[in-house]
């Protein structure tokens, strides 16, 4: 009788665990804070008053509810990015796309419930350039007792890379398109906020992480940056990836990491190594030819604990550097993402569906009249299948769709380019490089089976684009340089264990493939996460019709929505 009611009781506390999620609140206040950096203090857009913001911590099946009180001077909205937002458009965050902007004095409450994801992900604005300085971590822990598919890790440290103007961000962006030029490169890359004790007064602040020997640090890497994809190493310690993008993935050793904005990775690192200081650090990977970039490298310290106290840490010896691999080594990038799978077999969506080919990559438009900052008086732009995003400006999409409002968009987004050309060769014809600026989104039924090859150009200058889309994971299929040809690429799909991410490098020149099931209804932004390209119109949304009654359909819009 004991030992039936042992089990009754053990079985109970199970259920209990499993089932007893919780509802987090929040408070972000947007704000201006005075910050120093690089010698110089600037006034940047916060939340709370933090740079980064805060970490945000929940485990699988717990609630969010975030309550952002704009109290800066420009309009704001937060993406949670990532997040499924199943049945949530309304939270999802990108200005007119699913809500209208938080304006200044204004406040709106975001609402969703996170399921089925565990890892690390991030959350930052998504109003122009705000989120150089306005995003942070959010961390997924397995709900009740269950624990992660690898060894418990002594600590784990958020590690985010960001990027850093000595200029406030909205005017560099306001001024690129006043003109019609590039932006102005970031003046350092940072991490955790900080540049690193390679740039002046800034060796002080430099972040410093205490590790003890023999113990086994979860390192959760975030690229926060806004253009910049970077490699990231740590002196003479070997990183065991274990995860990316919330998704767990099969392990494997590497001594550098390829990650690109809107990514994440998480690796393991034992400590060792012999008692002493070890830098992390981070440069560019820029990938297109002849284009400015950020040169320079961010520094964190590793430090042993030694039970010393000196500036440099055991015996006074300065850090050991770590090797990084060269800005536009390609070669080093293609090792690293073609390395990720998935844990174990998985079920790939099948059959297909929507079979869709999508061209990404930059343009010029022409300046009418005047003589822009461009090349030969142009514009620059940027877009997908040739069309150049435009925003709305008095309604988000979103609602639009929920109203049947008309005007806002069209539906006719195509499957395929208009125009098929050698995509990736030396010499484009001029004639390719204007794209047509519309707002398009392309529908899809509620269930479809969706494939979608993403095809980069050499218009302009072929890149590496990280393309993200909005309430949607998916599994990466295949990725590959040079046009895609079906015959023959089709071939090298892995239908096996693909890892599954919410943002995928497309190769510079080159093409990648993905599959998803449409099963989540709303307005879903898709883009390029280097937020130059966004700004240009590298994007458009997938509009997925509701399913079959209340649980595939799309919740009302909270009672405090924004209206423009």
């Not at 699988?60 to 997040?83: F, P, R, S």
């Not at 010896?317 to 073609?338: D, G, K, Q």
Request: aromatic content about 10%.
């Amino acid at each position: 009788m004991a030992t039936w009611l042992f089990s009754l009781l053990l079985g109970m506390s199970v259920l209990f665990a499993c089932t007893n999620a919780e509802v987090h609140k929040h408070e972000f206040i947007i704000q201006e804070t005075p910050v120093k950096r690089l010698c110089n203090t600037h006034n940047i857009i916060t939340v709370n008053g933090q740079f980064p913001g805060p970490t945000i911590e929940v485990k699988e099946g717990d609630t969010l509810v975030i309550n952002v009180v704009n109290q800066a001077k420009y309009n704001v909205t937060i993406h949670w990015h990532g997040i499924r937002q199943k049945r949530t458009a309304w939270a999802d965050g990108p200005e007119f796309v699913t809500q209208c902007p938080v304006k200044p004095g204004e406040s709106y409450t975001y609402r969703f419930t996170i399921e089925g994801q565990e890892g690390t992900l991030w959350w930052h604005a998504h109003s122009s350039w705000l989120r150089a300085t306005v995003y942070g971590a959010l961390i997924i822990y397995p709900r009740g007792n269950n624990s992660y598919p690898f060894e418990k890790p002594s600590r784990e440290v958020p590690v985010l890379l960001g990027e850093w103007w000595n200029a406030n961000p909205i005017d560099v962006i306001n001024e690129a398109q006043r003109t019609g030029a590039a932006p102005n490169v970031s003046d350092a890359l940072t991490i955790n906020g900080q540049p690193g004790d390679l740039f002046n007064c800034s060796s002080d602040d430099t972040i410093t992480i205490p590790v003890k020997a023999g113990e086994t640090t979860l390192f959760r890497f975030i690229n926060s940056a806004l253009n910049t994809e970077m490699f990231v190493s740590i002196a003479n310690h070997k990183m065991t990836v274990v995860g990316a993008d919330a998704s767990y993935l099969k392990p494997f050793t590497t001594s550098v990491i390829m990650i690109a904005p809107g990514q994440t990775t998480d690796v393991l690192v034992t400590m060792d190594q012999a008692i002493a200081s070890y830098y992390i650090a981070a440069r560019a990977y820029a990938s297109a030819q002849g284009v400015a970039f950020d040169n320079t490298t961010t520094t964190a310290i590793l430090e042993y604990d030694c039970g010393c106290t000196t500036k440099h840490g055991p015996g006074g010896i300065p850090p050991i550097f770590p090797s990084l691999p060269a800005f536009n080594e390609t070669n080093t990038a293609t090792a690293f993402t073609t390395s990720l799978r998935s844990p174990s077999k998985v079920k790939i969506p099948d059959p297909v569906d929507e079979d869709l080919f999508f061209t990404v990559g930059l343009g010029l438009l022409n300046c009418p009249g005047k003589k822009c900052g461009g090349p030969n008086g142009t514009r620059f732009a940027a877009s997908m299948n040739n069309f150049s995003f435009v925003l709305p400006s008095e309604v988000s999409i979103l609602q639009a769709h929920q109203y049947g409002l008309e005007g806002v968009f069209t539906t006719d987004f195509p499957a395929k380019p208009l125009v098929q050309f050698d995509y990736t060769a030396q010499n484009i014809s001029q004639a390719l490089y204007q794209p047509i600026k519309s707002t398009k989104v392309y529908p899809l039924k509620f269930g479809s089976v969706v494939q979608l090859v993403l095809q980069g150009t050499n218009i302009v200058a072929g890149e590496n684009h990280p393309i993200h889309i909005h309430g949607y994971d998916f599994y990466i299929l295949a990725e590959g340089f040079g046009n895609f040809d079906p015959k023959k690429d089709t071939a090298k799909f892995n239908l096996v264990d693909p890892p599954m991410r919410n943002t995928v490098g497309v190769p510079v020149n080159g093409w990648a493939v993905i599959r998803f099931v449409a099963d989540n209804p709303g307005v879903w932004l898709m883009h390029c996460h280097l937020d130059v390209h966004i700004t240009w119109g590298l994007a458009m949304a997938f509009l997925v019709d509701n399913g079959v009654g209340e649980l595939e359909s799309l919740e009302p819009p909270p009672i405090d929505y924004p209206v423009c």
